[in-house]
Protein backbone atom coordinates (compact mmCIF):
# COMPACT_ATOMS: atom_id res chain seq x y z
CA UNK A 1 0.00 0.00 0.00
CA UNK A 2 1.45 3.75 -0.75
CA UNK A 3 -0.13 6.59 -0.66
CA UNK A 4 2.61 8.99 -2.34
CA UNK A 5 1.13 12.43 -1.33
CA UNK A 6 1.26 11.32 2.30
CA UNK A 7 4.56 10.43 1.92
CA UNK A 8 6.26 13.58 4.03
CA UNK A 9 3.78 14.52 5.89
CA UNK A 10 4.19 13.29 9.68
CA UNK A 11 1.44 11.41 11.46
CA UNK A 12 1.23 10.47 15.09
CA UNK A 13 -1.04 7.19 14.85
CA UNK A 14 -3.19 7.32 18.54
CA UNK A 15 -4.50 4.39 19.46
CA UNK A 16 -7.62 3.38 21.69
CA UNK A 17 -7.46 1.14 24.72
CA UNK A 18 -5.39 -1.96 24.56
CA UNK A 19 -3.12 -0.01 21.31
CA UNK A 20 -4.33 -1.15 18.33
CA UNK A 21 -3.48 -4.76 16.73
CA UNK A 22 -1.39 -5.65 14.10
CA UNK A 23 -4.39 -6.16 11.67
CA UNK A 24 -6.04 -2.66 12.57
CA UNK A 25 -5.76 0.01 10.14
CA UNK A 26 -3.84 1.76 11.91
CA UNK A 27 -1.08 -0.89 12.56
CA UNK A 28 -1.37 -1.20 8.56
CA UNK A 29 -1.25 2.21 7.70
CA UNK A 30 1.90 2.81 10.19
CA UNK A 31 3.74 -0.51 8.53
CA UNK A 32 3.42 1.19 5.31
CA UNK A 33 3.89 4.27 5.46
CA UNK A 34 7.62 5.41 7.15
CA UNK A 35 6.17 9.02 8.33
CA UNK A 36 3.61 7.18 10.76
CA UNK A 37 4.55 6.91 14.13
CA UNK A 38 2.64 5.72 16.54
CA UNK A 39 2.20 7.37 20.06
CA UNK A 40 3.26 4.69 22.81
CA UNK A 41 1.19 4.61 25.96
CA UNK A 42 2.68 3.28 29.58
CA UNK A 43 -0.52 1.89 30.42
CA UNK A 44 -2.76 0.58 27.51
CA UNK A 45 -5.21 -1.09 29.92
CA UNK A 46 -5.62 1.25 32.38
CA UNK A 47 -5.49 4.82 30.23
CA UNK A 48 -5.11 7.89 32.40
CA UNK A 49 -6.28 10.60 30.63
CA UNK A 50 -3.30 12.91 31.96
CA UNK A 51 -0.53 10.35 30.90
CA UNK A 52 -1.97 9.92 27.36
CA UNK A 53 -2.14 14.29 26.98
CA UNK A 54 1.62 14.38 27.94
CA UNK A 55 2.76 11.22 25.96
CA UNK A 56 0.54 13.12 22.65
CA UNK A 57 2.34 16.56 23.97
CA UNK A 58 5.70 15.27 24.12
CA UNK A 59 5.46 13.71 20.30
CA UNK A 60 4.04 16.93 19.39
CA UNK A 61 6.90 18.66 20.31
CA UNK A 62 8.85 16.09 18.89
CA UNK A 63 7.04 15.90 15.46
CA UNK A 64 7.85 18.20 12.27
CA UNK A 65 5.61 21.14 11.77
CA UNK A 66 2.30 20.03 9.78
CA UNK A 67 1.81 17.09 11.97
CA UNK A 68 -1.41 15.10 11.49
CA UNK A 69 -2.80 12.93 14.07
CA UNK A 70 -4.53 10.04 13.29
CA UNK A 71 -6.66 8.63 16.12
CA UNK A 72 -9.13 5.80 16.96
CA UNK A 73 -11.46 5.49 20.19
CA UNK A 74 -9.84 6.46 23.34
CA UNK A 75 -7.23 8.18 21.40
CA UNK A 76 -9.39 10.69 19.90
CA UNK A 77 -10.92 11.49 23.22
CA UNK A 78 -7.09 12.32 24.22
CA UNK A 79 -6.73 14.52 21.40
CA UNK A 80 -9.09 16.42 21.96
CA UNK A 81 -8.47 17.22 25.36
CA UNK A 82 -4.99 17.66 24.65
CA UNK A 83 -5.88 19.81 22.34
CA UNK A 84 -8.00 21.85 24.62
CA UNK A 85 -5.15 22.24 26.75
CA UNK A 86 -1.83 22.45 24.73
CA UNK A 87 0.07 25.09 22.63
CA UNK A 88 1.54 22.84 20.28
CA UNK A 89 0.59 22.70 16.87
CA UNK A 90 -0.67 19.87 14.34
CA UNK A 91 -2.07 20.90 10.78
CA UNK A 92 -4.95 18.23 11.29
CA UNK A 93 -6.51 15.10 12.76
CA UNK A 94 -8.96 12.35 11.50
CA UNK A 95 -10.72 11.10 14.75
CA UNK A 96 -12.55 7.98 14.02
CA UNK A 97 -14.84 5.84 16.52
CA UNK A 98 -15.08 8.54 19.36
CA UNK A 99 -16.41 6.83 22.65
CA UNK A 100 -18.84 8.18 25.33
CA UNK A 101 -17.29 8.38 28.68
CA UNK A 102 -20.38 9.42 29.64
CA UNK A 103 -22.28 6.03 28.48
CA UNK A 104 -22.99 3.93 31.09
CA UNK A 105 -20.81 0.79 29.31
CA UNK A 106 -17.72 2.89 29.56
CA UNK A 107 -15.15 0.97 31.85
CA UNK A 108 -14.49 3.07 35.19
CA UNK A 109 -10.85 2.00 34.71
CA UNK A 110 -10.95 5.14 32.13
CA UNK A 111 -9.85 7.83 34.43
CA UNK A 112 -10.14 11.07 32.93
CA UNK A 113 -11.51 11.54 30.23
CA UNK A 114 -14.99 12.75 31.25
CA UNK A 115 -16.56 15.32 30.38
CA UNK A 116 -15.18 15.76 26.80
CA UNK A 117 -14.37 19.19 26.10
CA UNK A 118 -16.91 20.61 23.45
CA UNK A 119 -14.77 23.43 22.16
CA UNK A 120 -13.29 23.98 18.58
CA UNK A 121 -10.22 22.19 18.12
CA UNK A 122 -7.38 24.38 16.78
CA UNK A 123 -7.04 22.85 13.43
CA UNK A 124 -8.79 21.18 10.31
CA UNK A 125 -9.97 17.68 11.70
CA UNK A 126 -12.99 14.85 10.61
CA UNK A 127 -14.85 13.15 12.71
CA UNK A 128 -15.72 9.43 11.40
CA UNK A 129 -18.88 8.06 13.18
CA UNK A 130 -20.86 4.40 12.71
CA UNK A 131 -24.52 4.62 13.28
CA UNK A 132 -23.77 1.11 15.77
CA UNK A 133 -20.62 2.03 17.87
CA UNK A 134 -20.87 0.11 20.65
CA UNK A 135 -18.86 2.65 22.62
CA UNK A 136 -20.63 5.84 21.05
CA UNK A 137 -23.66 6.42 19.04
CA UNK A 138 -24.16 8.22 16.21
CA UNK A 139 -25.69 11.39 18.14
CA UNK A 140 -22.12 11.77 20.33
CA UNK A 141 -20.43 11.67 17.43
CA UNK A 142 -22.73 14.31 15.59
CA UNK A 143 -22.26 16.75 18.50
CA UNK A 144 -18.40 16.03 19.02
CA UNK A 145 -18.19 16.69 15.62
CA UNK A 146 -20.25 20.24 15.79
CA UNK A 147 -18.52 21.34 18.59
CA UNK A 148 -15.39 20.71 17.74
CA UNK A 149 -15.79 22.22 14.05
CA UNK A 150 -14.69 18.86 12.76
CA UNK A 151 -16.58 17.58 9.34
CA UNK A 152 -18.58 14.72 10.06
CA UNK A 153 -18.07 11.35 8.14
CA UNK A 154 -21.03 8.83 9.08
CA UNK A 155 -20.15 5.54 7.27
CA UNK A 156 -23.28 3.40 8.07
CA UNK A 157 -23.15 0.23 10.47
CA UNK A 158 -19.31 -0.24 10.95
CA UNK A 159 -19.49 -1.06 14.80
CA UNK A 160 -16.47 0.56 15.94
CA UNK A 161 -14.59 0.74 13.05
CA UNK A 162 -12.13 -2.00 14.23
CA UNK A 163 -10.54 -5.18 13.31
CA UNK A 164 -13.58 -6.79 14.95
CA UNK A 165 -15.67 -4.65 12.78
CA UNK A 166 -13.67 -5.25 9.35
CA UNK A 167 -12.02 -2.72 8.74
CA UNK A 168 -8.29 -4.07 7.62
CA UNK A 169 -6.10 -2.11 5.63
CA UNK A 170 -9.23 0.37 5.43
CA UNK A 171 -9.16 2.44 2.03
CA UNK A 172 -11.89 5.12 2.74
CA UNK A 173 -10.31 5.99 5.45
CA UNK A 174 -7.08 6.75 4.16
CA UNK A 175 -9.12 8.81 1.30
CA UNK A 176 -10.39 11.00 4.10
CA UNK A 177 -7.06 11.12 5.94
CA UNK A 178 -5.48 12.40 2.58
CA UNK A 179 -7.92 14.91 2.17
CA UNK A 180 -6.82 16.50 5.38
CA UNK A 181 -3.16 16.79 4.13
CA UNK A 182 -4.18 18.55 1.05
Given at each position: ??????????????????????????????????????????????????????????????????????????????AAHWAAGSRGRVKAALLVGVPDPL???????????????????????????????????????????????????TIGAAGHINTASGFGEWKEGLGLL?????
Amino acid sequence: MTVSPMSSVPVLILPGRGNSDPQHWQSRWEAAQPNFRRVIQDDWERPVCAAWRQRLEAAVAASDAGTVLVAHSLGCLAAAHWAAGSRGRVKAALLVGVPDPLRPTFPPELVGFAPVPMRPLPFASIVVASTDDPYGSWEHSRACASAWGSQLVTIGAAGHINTASGFGEWKEGLGLLESLMQ
